[in-house]
């Protein structure tokens, strides 16, 4: 089946600094993707979609100036966390639609802000 | 889309059937019903999908009512890699726009 990457698989930071989440789709083309979020024994929230060529859109009560993605090709969208705080601490997964309709799910990244 | 229903929780014996239910009882004529799960630490993962007909793969068997208010989803032989927390989903399977809202789902628990 089709693949979703996510890189950095976990990464620790400061307070204070920004974060860079990649996700690929490797073997296919996505125009969309979704970031979700999920806190520890929680379900997965979704955060906003992520369209290629034009703007993300977010759900309601995530902040866009605070959560930046961006859609650079049909293979790639970056979701990154400014000004990072120990609240924002959390498994982030990002998904992609195939063309089949199918959703397929990147393994998730760790973030740990101190 | 349509809200489901799961237990929070459920145990089963390594080998045996584990059957999940799911109440949809809102779902809507176009929707179809999802299931994923989740193993701890990664990302969920596709298991099966169908509309009204019972649907069965390599993973599991996907039992839908008649009336399509519930569904069931069946592992036949539980294995402890089995042990996940299990979503069922129901949305419509229109191209383009596939947003995926999960529910709590049910955490799974198999038992040596």
């Known amino acids: 089946g089709a693949v979703v990457s996510q890189h950095p698989s976990r990464v620790i930071c400061k307070s204070g600094t920004s974060v860079k989440i990649e996700c690929r789709s490797l073997d296919f083309q996505a125009t969309t993707m979704f970031w979700y979020r999920q806190f520890p024994k929680q379900s997965l929230m979704l955060m906003a979609t992520s369209n290629e060529g034009s703007k993300a859109t977010y759900e309601q009560g995530v902040e866009k100036d605070k959560f930046l993605i961006n859609h650079a090709s049909l293979t790639l969208s970056t979701l990154t966390v400014t000004s990072a705080h120990p609240e924002d601490s959390s498994f982030y997964i990002c998904?992609?639609?195939?063309?089949?309709?199918?959703?397929?799910f990147g393994p998730g990244t760790r973030l740990t802000v101190l | 889309d349509a809200k489901t229903t799961q237990p929070p929780s459920m145990d089963c014996a390594e080998g045996r059937a584990a059957n999940l239910p799911c109440n949809h009882s809102t779902i809507s004529g176009n929707e179809y019903v999802y299931w994923y799960r989740q193993i701890h630490s990664q990302g969920p993962q596709y298991i099966i999908h169908?509309?009204?007909n019972n649907e069965t793969n390599e993973m599991a068997s996907l039992i839908i009512t008649e009336d399509r208010k519930s569904s069931t989803l069946i592992l036949p032989h539980a294995t402890l890699r089995d042990t996940a927390v299990y979503y069922c989903?129901?949305?419509?399977?229109?191209?383009?726009?596939?947003?995926?809202?999960f529910g709590t789902g049910t955490k799974l628990q198999v038992i040596p």
């Open positions: 169908g509309l009204k």
């Open positions: 989903i129901v949305r419509v399977n229109s191209g383009g726009y596939q947003k995926v809202t």
């Open positions: 998904s992609a639609p195939s063309a089949y309709n199918e959703q397929f």
